[in-house]
């Protein structure tokens, strides 16, 4: 890349830095009300936040990173309309304003999703595609069953498919490079349409409905561990390792909430409701994030992220403290292990974003760093090769 080109690729990543702090400060609200609904001290206090704590989460964040991320692969100025409302309507949920307001907003951005995908495929139809597609007018179905008046856990089905079918299909994808065979697209697409009749069919019979998605999920987790490349990638090191790590870690979390809906079937409240809800957002979908951030990140700010040990160690904080808030405070209903595990997968993510921005600032800054400083005139040609020339000490 000449200079030219890379000064203009950080300028595109620096005016999309807006919509990321947006799905940041949704994060961080997110996380505040968190702690509001475990009974803990935290620095806002509001009577909406811990309503609105769902729908911020999945659609003020993970939607406008989502989105962010498809309008920049897509390019244009249009499909920027998709993060700008998700964002936009996250925040709003945080201002005074009727919920009305944010709503609409939300609705727009998921129709400008949608939107997105329709382009996508006039480019180049797939079985990924799809999947990520069903993902989004899963995403429409929820902003407007919310818009109308129906409460989260009722939501909640159509909150976790937008979600799972996205990240399924964007494996799916880096599936197909290992030269997938026919029938196993076929058998994806098959998990895909159950997950979609599951979350149709549980907002008219919850308990058929939830039982069928809960199936659909199992299926898909063994689709993904079968045909994944993260389990060849286990044994390697660095980056390659951590990514495979949190991709599995991932699927046992979506496993085990399938396992929940099959066996318990529909939740709406307490110990097994926080269970199913958290081993899906934070177990499965933050595991994604992880995962994937330092290959998402560079390609929407333009900014290097390079892996540091300091995102195992959030990864494992995650995982470990989920662990405990569900397995033992949701599962065996210890009240005890359920606050300190949600105090710590709050640490967690925290950690994470907090090593992620040091790593990027620090690394941007040796690039320009090195960038601006002048290469030293090589020694006149006699004969002699200097250090620097040397194959085993490259400059």
Known sequence: MTPAAGRAARRAGTRRAPLLLAAGLCLL????????????????????LPKVHGVLMVLGFVGTLVALERAVALGGRWPYLAPACLGAGGLLLLSPLDLAVPRLLLVAGCAALNALYVRFWHRQPSAALLAQAAGAVSALGAALLWLGGLDVPRLLPWLVAFLVLTIAGERLELARVGALAPSAEQTFLGCVGTVVIGVVTS??????????????LLALVAW?????????????????????????????????????????????????????????????????????????????????????????VAAWLLHLSLTLRVV???????????????????????????????ASVTATRRASSATRTPARPRPADTGAATVSDHPRNPR
Do not use: K
């Open 224 to 312: 993904l561990v079968v045909h994944d490349v993260a389990r060849r990638l286990l044994r390697s090191t660095g980056l390659p390792r951590f990514t495979a790590a949190c991709l599995l870690a991932g699927y046992a979390w979506l496993g085990l909430a399938g396992t929940l809906w099959l066996l318990v079937g529909p939740v709406a409240d307490g110990t097994r409701y926080d269970a199913v809800v958290h081993a899906v957002f934070l177990g499965f979908v933050m595991s994604m994030i992880m995962a994937h951030a330092p290959v998402i990140l560079p390609a929407v700010l333009r900014r290097p992220l390079p892996y540091h040990p300091a995102l195992a």
């Open 29 to 48: 609200s997110g996380l505040d009300a968190a702690l509001i609904l475990l009974g803990l001290p935290a620095p806002v206090t509001s009577d909406r």
């Open 328 to 358: 033992i405070g949701d599962l065996r209903d210890v009240r005890g292990a359920w606050q300190l595990g949600g105090a710590l997968n709050i640490a967690a993510v925290l950690l994470f974003v907090l090593t992620a921005a040091t």
């Open 203 to 216: 907002l008219m019979w919850p308990a058929t409905g939830t039982l069928l998605l809960g199936a659909a």
